[in-house]
């Protein structure tokens, strides 16, 4: 396993993380059992770096992580978010200094550990300035209980203002081959500032895998459910995407996920992807993309395939949106 660095000053990681959401739901029903196995298999194959989140089912996710990882603690980098709170409306930014220490102290004892070694703002909120919500995370460096600080979705102009306070080790926001608008200021301000970008959703909450269908119904629960891009006409105008770039995978010996995570790849080693995994058929899956090399012939034929304003639809429902890339 190929290893970079979580920015200038933060921890050495794997090339490619491991996103956990989806091993509490998410995308519908899960197995603890075999996620616990996934993690175990991650982490054997030469992943150090896990991703999750204190909202990710009600904290069950931490739970599951601090379960199975704790007696290898010192060869994970763990990952987490907070600042965010769940309300009949759904997920509303939340980020008062007490929250975030309330729910750092509560992480901790969910994934059986001292410290976090990565933790995430996961979305600004609007009624607390960015610099009191990084200026608590700073706290909690202070006092050992967190490693690095990272955000998660934020603007460019944010971004400064946060690195201000602290020093930010990396951004964890969306970005694949299909959802590029990191590229225009946020990763070029990363870049300034030394910070890493970590890439949720390269495989377009999985559409890039192939595996979903026009006919294709979501399960009781899942995500994409209610999400534009996922659906109707939008869904079938994408789906014309992954048959581009099942045509070329094919010409690679290689899966779709392979092209979309390896595409990610070439993006610059300061771009970490972190494709989530609940069964490890598909963590094998995504592994191999490190394996797989593209050519600039490759690439041009996947910038021709994709449309320069990337999928149709957007990628959060009118709730999601307000939250993002504020």
Same mark, same amino acid.
């Given at each position: 396993?190929?290893?970079?660095?979580?920015?200038?000053?933060?921890?050495?990681?794997?090339?490619?993380?491991?996103?956990?959401?989806?091993?509490?739901?998410?995308?519908?029903? %899960?197995?603890?059992? !075999?996620?616990?196995?996934?993690?175990? !298999?991650?982490?054997?194959?030469?992943?150090?770096?896990?991703?999750?989140?204190?909202?990710?089912?009600?904290?069950? &996710?931490?739970?599951?992580?601090?379960?199975?990882?704790?007696?290898?603690? *010192?060869? +994970?980098?763990?990952?987490?978010?907070?600042?965010?709170?769940?309300?009949?409306?759904?997920? +509303? @930014?939340?980020?008062?200094?007490?929250?975030?220490?309330?729910?750092?102290?509560?992480?901790?004892?969910?994934?059986?550990?001292?410290?976090? *070694? +990565?933790?995430?703002?996961?979305?600004? *909120?609007?009624?607390?300035?960015? !610099?009191?919500?990084?200026? %608590?995370?700073?706290?909690?460096? =202070?006092?050992?209980?967190?490693?690095?600080?990272?955000?998660?979705?934020?603007? =460019?102009?944010?971004?400064?203002?946060?690195?201000?306070?602290?020093?930010?080790?990396?951004?964890?926001?969306?970005?694949?081959?299909?959802?590029?608008?990191?590229?225009?200021?946020?990763?070029?301000?990363?870049?300034?500032?030394?910070?890493?970008?970590?890439?949720?959703? @390269?495989?377009?909450?999985?559409?890039?895998?192939?595996?979903?269908?026009?006919?294709?119904?979501?399960?009781?629960? *899942?995500?994409?459910?209610?999400?534009?891009?996922? &659906?109707?006409?939008?869904?079938?105008?994408?789906?014309?995407? +992954?048959?581009?770039?099942?045509?070329?995978?094919?010409?690679? &010996?290689?899966?779709?996920?392979?092209?979309?995570?390896?595409?990610?790849?070439?993006?610059?080693?300061?771009?970490?992807?972190?494709?989530?995994?609940?069964?490890?058929?598909?963590?094998?899956? &995504?592994?191999?993309?490190?394996?797989?090399?593209?050519?600039?012939?490759?690439?041009?034929?996947?910038?021709?395939?994709?449309?320069?304003?990337?999928?149709?639809?957007?990628?959060?429902?009118?709730?999601?949106?307000?939250?993002?890339?504020?």
């Amino acid at each position: 396993m190929h290893t970079t660095t979580l920015g200038t000053d933060g921890p050495a990681v794997s090339r490619l993380g491991l996103g956990c959401m989806s091993m509490t739901g998410s995308y519908g029903a %899960a197995d603890p059992h !075999e996620a616990a196995a996934t993690l175990l !298999e991650a982490l054997d194959s030469g992943v150090t770096m896990f991703d999750t989140g204190d909202f990710y089912g009600d904290g069950a &996710n931490e739970e599951l992580l601090g379960q199975a990882l704790a007696p290898h603690r *010192d060869r +994970v980098v763990l990952a987490t978010k907070s600042g965010v709170r769940r309300t009949a409306e759904g997920l +509303v @930014p939340a980020g008062a200094p007490d929250h975030l220490r309330r729910a750092c102290e509560a992480s901790l004892r969910r994934l059986r550990t001292d410290h976090i *070694d +990565v933790y995430y703002l996961a979305r600004i *909120d609007p009624a607390v300035p960015v !610099e009191e919500s990084v200026g %608590a995370l700073a706290d909690l460096v =202070a006092q050992g209980k967190v490693g690095h600080i990272g955000l998660s979705e934020v603007s =460019a102009a944010t971004l400064r203002r946060a690195h201000a306070i602290h020093p930010i080790s990396a951004v964890q926001t969306e970005y694949s081959l299909w959802e590029r608008h990191v590229e225009k200021d946020i990763l070029p301000t990363l870049r300034d500032l030394g910070a890493a970008l970590v890439a949720y959703s @390269p495989l377009g909450r999985g559409l890039l895998t192939g595996a979903v269908r026009s006919t294709t119904r979501y399960d009781s629960g *899942d995500f994409r459910a209610t999400a534009p891009r996922y &659906n109707g006409d939008n869904l079938k105008a994408n789906l014309t995407i +992954v048959e581009a770039i099942t045509r070329l995978a094919t010409t690679k &010996n290689a899966t779709p996920a392979q092209i979309a995570v390896a595409w990610l790849l070439t993006r610059g080693s300061d771009v970490i992807p972190v494709p989530g995994s609940s069964r490890r058929p598909h963590l094998r899956d &995504n592994l191999a993309a490190l394996d797989l090399q593209l050519t600039a012939t490759d690439l041009s034929h996947i910038d021709a395939a994709v449309p320069a304003t990337g999928a149709r639809g957007a990628r959060y429902g009118d709730h999601g949106i307000r939250m993002i890339d504020q």
